[in-house]
């Protein structure tokens, strides 16, 4: 069952802590953590066709790059 886009939303938000509330010891493994959550996202969103949330997830990869 694919995800609604309130879910897809909630991976991006989701990553987005990870980054924000990681400490300097655990940048490395939040970071990960993060980048896994905002591809789950791009993939959810490519699945139900939502451009918009594909293209929020991929600038925000492309900010870890």
Known sequence: ????????????????????????????????QARDLLTQARDAARAIGNEQLVQQAELRLSDLA
Do not use: C, H, S, W
């Open 1 to 32: 069952m694919p995800l609604q886009p309130n879910e897809i939303f909630e991976l991006i938000v989701k990553a987005d802590e990870k980054l924000k509330y990681a400490t300097a010891d655990k940048t490395g493994t939040r970071t990960q």
